[in-house]
């Protein structure tokens, strides 16, 4: 079952890494291949439906292929979790033939949170990392490092 | 997958198990600890077992459980021209480690004011997820602490002379070049130095019970004098410095290993010659980032000295909060080994194991010289931790390395499924553990039963010869990160 309630979205697989979390991704289209990614990123650390849509911050990533632009995109969305201090719930990226990413994601400033982050996120790992196109979209697996 | 008892600790998978291993691997730890490995490990530390120039054996320590690229527990040693460097061979919070402070203090001296003390930690050391920071430095400082690491500590007044004697490699990696990290990196690092980090990272404060000394002889002579005596604890590293390091040399390396004509298994391995310019570069900046991560845990110890002190109501001095020593756990280092009655330099990545040195080391501090090592094993928040001496057998039997902790054996999801935050923390607060942490939920991915028995890993280290245990430290106070 797919957390976006239908058969495309996110879904958290347990015990791929003992200490670590994984997650897999369904979806029909690249744009949302990347949205159900960003929201599964974000989904290991807080609650989404408690993530205001307050600010936002724009990204512009480019790349030579799919599974590297997916790696950067979740990664920049790390970085920027550090730098600007911030959380994000809603994502809706475009990315165009030549992977290359425009984005504004939204989100909120960590500490106006009503409840702090459960875990935080150190980076996006490359174990069992995986992205294809399939005969219904796109599939993605990631395991990140906490 | 086959493994070879050599005695009733070491277990070992031979080089002719999977197409390409050039060394064995080695699993140590007594047959319940290797009998419940998840079959990843084996999996992790077979395909290590096939990296270039890597020499001797691929190990795995009692508390290695599977991670990603090398298993946690993970040891591997390389010679320095033929072999590779990997950041998956090191982690994404690169020099993530432990140290351990004493005290003049006893359990009694500290309970009345623990409440405060705890209140008092808690808002002076940041911990959890973002941008909170003790320090706030300007570029230029923040470069300077990446290349002189703890001594810069040291001249801006957050660390002692002891201090410094008793940080592994005295608190500053050779090599370190901010040339070589990414103006990402800097921003990442920037406004984090000074804080604890989240998931298993912590400040904890410790007592030593007559009945947890295993031997008091050199529980006397590292400075554990009187009964029930206060320790302190901290468990962090790199913070987003460290992983946005190796994030961006996980990439760089990955994209050079077709340069190189290298192919591994797990794209996490991935890795270039150390001898080569990305494996030099790679080198340089986690050099920078364990640097980061010396001066993270001094800056945090100034802290928590001034917290004792105002609260106590004593001086510094009459405190005698000491550092035993500050180990790390994920490092690589180029460090000396006798093989075949030769010394040879080779580079040693630990990924969740911690340096062992023997007594006889030439390296130790001189008041740990006939002595050994102080080897810090964190435990889980609720279960306590243990404090060990390095021997001299570990340079023959583990490239003188031994376990970190005592290693999961829960995911954090199981974890939570078993237990609720609130109701852990009830549990604890009646156990005399006062709890401090930013989020309940993240508290119950901690319990004491998502992980291995300590005593379990630590009588395997002692039984295998490699570190002696001195004395177990339980928590009465915790602020989880």
Request: hydrophobic letters at 30%; charged letters at 35%.
């Given at each position: 079952m797919t957390v976006s309630g239908s058969e495309f979205g996110y879904r958290h697989i347990e015990d791929v890494a003992t200490s670590d979390a994984a997650f897999e991704v369904k979806a029909g289209n690249i744009n949302e291949l990347f949205m159900f990614s960003g929201q599964a990123l974000f989904s290991v650390m807080c609650d989404l439906d408690k993530v205001g849509h307050g600010q936002e911050i724009k990204i512009e990533l480019e790349s030579d292929n799919l599974e590297d632009l997916l790696y950067l995109y979740l990664s920049e969305l790390l970085y920027l979790k550090d730098t600007e201090d911030m959380v994000f719930s809603a994502f809706d990226p475009k990315i165009d033939g030549n992977y290359s990413l425009s984005d504004a994601p939204l989100g909120m400033k960590i500490e106006t949170l009503n409840e702090a982050p459960r875990v935080d996120i150190k980076a996006v790992t490359y174990y069992k990392y995986k992205v294809e196109k399939t005969d219904y979209g796109y599939y993605a697996f990631v395991v990140v490092d906490l | 997958m086959r493994k070879n008892k050599i005695n009733d600790y070491i277990y070992e998978i031979p080089?002719?198990?999977?197409?390409?291993?050039?060394v064995p691997a080695r699993i140590f730890g007594s047959r319940k600890i290797v009998q419940g490995l998840d079959e990843a490990v084996y999996e992790q530390i077979t395909n290590v077992a096939r990296l270039p120039g890597i020499r001797k054996y691929a190990c795995c320590m009692p508390d290695g459980h599977s991670g990603y690229g090398f298993p946690i527990g993970g040891v591997a040693a390389f010679d320095l021209n033929e072999g590779i460097i990997s950041p998956g061979g090191i982690g994404f919070d690169i020099n993530c480690g432990v140290r351990l402070l004493r005290t003049n203090l006893t359990e009694k001296d500290v309970r009345p004011k623990l409440k405060d003390l705890m209140d008092v930690l808690f808002h002076t050391v940041p911990s959890g997820?973002?941008?909170?920071?003790i320090l706030n430095l300007n570029q230029k400082d923040f470069e300077k602490t990446l290349v002189e690491g703890a001594s810069w500590c040291k001249d801006n007044g957050y660390a002692t002379d002891n201090d410094i004697e008793c940080i592994e490699d005295r608190g500053c990696l050779p090599g370190a070049d901010p040339s070589k990290v990414s103006e990402k990196a800097f921003k990442r690092g920037l406004g984090q130095v000074g804080s604890l980090g989240s998931g298993n990272h912590y400040l904890e404060i410790q007592t030593v019970n007559p009945e947890d000394i295993r031997d008091e002889e050199l529980a006397h002579k590292l400075?554990?004098?009187?009964?029930n005596q206060i320790a302190v604890m901290v468990h962090c590293g790199s913070r987003g410095f460290g992983h946005q390091v190796a994030t961006d040399y996980l990439v760089t390396l990955s994209r050079a290993m077709k340069k190189y004509d290298l192919h591994t298994r797990d794209r996490e391995l991935a890795c270039a010659p150390f001898d080569s310019p990305e494996g030099r570069d790679y080198y340089a900046a986690m050099a920078c980032a364990a640097n980061n991560a010396f001066v993270n845990r001094q800056v945090i110890t100034h802290r928590i000295r001034e917290a004792f002190s105002n609260i106590l109501g004593i001086s510094q001095r009459e405190l005698?909060?000491?550092?035993?020593f500050d180990v790390a756990h994920n490092i690589a280092k180029i460090e000396r080994f006798k093989i075949n009655g030769n010394t040879v330099k080779l580079l040693v990545h630990r990924k969740g194991s911690t340096r062992n040195l023997g007594p006889s080391s030439d390296l130790l501090p001189p008041k740990y010289r006939g002595i050994g090592q102080p080897v810090l094993v964190g435990g889980s928040m609720q279960t306590g931790s243990y404090l060990l001496l390095g021997t001299d057998s570990s340079e023959e039997l583990s490239f003188n390395s031994t376990v970190h902790g005592s290693g999961r054996v829960m995911s954090r999801s199981q974890a939570k499924k078993r237990v609720r935050g609130r109701e852990l923390f009830n549990e604890m607060t009646s156990q005399g553990i006062a709890i401090r942490t930013a989020s309940f939920a993240g508290l119950a991915e901690e319990a004491?039963?998502?992980?291995?028995?300590l005593n379990d890993v630590v009588d395997s280290v002692t039984s295998l010869g490699i570190s002696k245990p001195v004395l177990r430290l339980k928590p009465i106070g915790n602020i989880k990160g």
């Open positions: - | 080089a002719s198990e999977k197409e390409g291993m050039r997820t973002g941008k909170k920071a400075g554990f004098d009187r009964e005698g909060m000491n550092l035993i004491g039963f998502a992980y291995k028995n």
